[in-house]
């Protein structure tokens, strides 16, 4: 959930002058952007991977500080709670053997962490919610030992007056209610998260063009069906990271947003300053120009496709769109399977978009966006003016579309990953299904089916060829 901050204390002065340097920060970016100074790097590609520490009973263990301490890899960071962590991989352009690059690293990186879990008597899971997580595992206990983590509570909770975050989830199979004083509650999601870098006057296409992939890539990565041991919505991570850190000021901070993004990726970041209040008022020595408080501000508004701000290495700032919708797991092949759909698809939506040529507009795209989320590769969307299951649609249209915006990057070794995403959609198993059909074999044990999808995992395999057994 972002970088460390030095301090969890702040004094009143401290939010009328960050916001102060936010405004003066945006203006600055503004300037930069209309000189077309940015970066017009072609796309660069990365990933994040949120993962689950457990011990063999497949129990949450709390023990990331001592686990990274010993793995030493600067891949590996800590996140929100003590029993999960981030494992990220080294950027690359996209184009030529990029996905090589990728999949070796990955690899690389996961074999190290699986050989250290071994060594300490534990097992890392990729997967979006874990099944055997109970609410009393998500106390502040458990939070991070990180001040970022700290202070982001406690000024969540503030600007709440200090009201209990409610969660709320509508399913077929009956609703969950409860109410939690925390916003622990988020850590019992996990997420595979995509970067893109982005030439800066094509940003906003791109933006418009995750909003738009949305609801199929999200419905063909759907991984978590259960929270608590109950059966709600095929990537339940959607509504439970979306209320789990709700301040309560109107427009929720973790969000589908409000709109496509007109004229540029700005719009973004003013209505980053218009809807949401200054939530970690850390005042930085440095000049406005490396705009460290816009870019603190911006990481703790979490769109599903979500804006971000860095510098190349000569200098110059670059855009990037974090496609925030997938969870983790089942395995790195279906991951990487997941990110060339992503990737090939987004690059021809993006040129659909920059020509005012979309799909659907945007308050059909969000509720398209949820529907899948909530019934997976079974939804029904609306799509160029018609209703279409998410399968058909997947098959006949967008994957060869995917295919030639991997062609039109100049990808010339992931293709092949969109065989595992035909295959995984024609045969109707992604993470969820095969989790459900699992628990309709075999009942609701959620241990053992943490155990059973731990041991597929290990195989590598996509998750379209598990067995239920």
């Known amino acids: 959930m972002g970088d460390e901050i030095a301090s969890t204390h702040f004094k009143g002065e401290d939010w009328s002058e960050f916001d102060r340097r936010l405004k003066e920060e945006t203006m600055y970016l503004h300037e930069i952007f209309e000189s077309g100074k940015c970066s017009r790097k072609p796309p660069v590609g990365g990933f994040e991977i949120e993962a689950w520490l457990t011990d063999k009973k497949m129990r949450p263990v709390p023990r990331n500080t001592e686990f990274l301490k010993r793995l030493n890899n600067d891949l590996a960071t800590a996140e929100l709670a003590k029993f999960n962590l981030e494992l990220n991989n080294t950027p690359h352009t996209l184009q030529a053997k990029a996905f090589s690059k990728f999949s070796s690293q990955m690899h690389a990186t996961c074999r190290e962490v699986n050989s250290l879990a071994s060594k300490m008597g534990l097992r890392v899971l990729t997967m979006g919610i874990l099944p055997t997580i109970r609410p009393g595992d ?25 009201r209990p975050l409610h969660l709320h989830v509508t399913a077929d199979a009956g609703d969950l209610q ?40 999200v419905a063909v990565s759907a991984n978590s069906p259960f929270l608590f041991d109950r059966k709600l919505w095929h990537e339940t991570r959607i509504p439970l990271f979306e209320q789990s850190v709700d301040t309560g000021e109107g427009q929720r901070r973790v969000s589908f947003g409000t709109d496509y993004a007109k004229e540029s990726i700005m719009e ?26 816009l870019r603190l501000h911006n990481g703790t508004i979490w769109r599903w496709n979500r804006p971000l701000v860095g510098f190349d290495d000569d200098g110059k700032v670059h855009f990037r769109i974090e496609h925030r919708v997938m969870p983790a797991g089942p395995t790195l092949v279906d991951m990487l399977a997941n990110a060339a759909f992503y990737y ?7 040129e659909r978009c920059a020509e005012g040529d979309f799909a659907c507009d945007f308050a059909t795209a969000k509720n398209n966006f949820y529907e899948a989320s909530r019934y997976g590769l079974d939804a029904e969307i609306s799509w160029e003016d018609e209703d279409v299951r998410i399968d058909e649609l997947v098959v006949k249209r967008l994957l060869p579309l995917a295919a030639e915006g991997l062609k039109k990057l100049g990808l010339d070794d992931s293709e092949h990953y969109l065989e595992i995403i035909r295959e995984r959609v024609e045969s109707g ?3 969820a299904s095969w989790q459900l059909a699992y628990v309709e074999k075999y009942g609701d044990d959620m241990r053992h089916l943490s155990d059973a999808y731990w041991h597929h995992q290990q195989t590598g395999k996509p998750v379209h060829t598990w067995e239920i057994r």
């Open 344 to 350: 090939g698809l987004a690059e021809r939506l993006k």
């Open 268 to 293: 973004c970041f003013d209505e980053n300053i218009e809807l949401f209040d200054s939530l970690l008022p850390i005042l930085y020595e440095e000049r406005s120009g490396e705009l460290a408080h």
């Open 138 to 162: 998500l106390s502040e206990e458990n939070m991070s030992e990180m001040k970022r983590y700290t202070a982001l509570n406690q000024q969540v909770l503030k600007e709440r007056d200090y």
């Open 429 to 431: 198993q992604n993470g």
């Open 178 to 217: 409860l109410e939690y004083d925390s916003v622990m509650l988020e850590a019992a999601a996990t997420s595979f998260q995509i970067h893109t870098q982005v030439p800066f006057e094509e940003a906003h296409h791109y933006y418009n063009a995750s909003i738009l992939a949305s609801a199929v890539t």
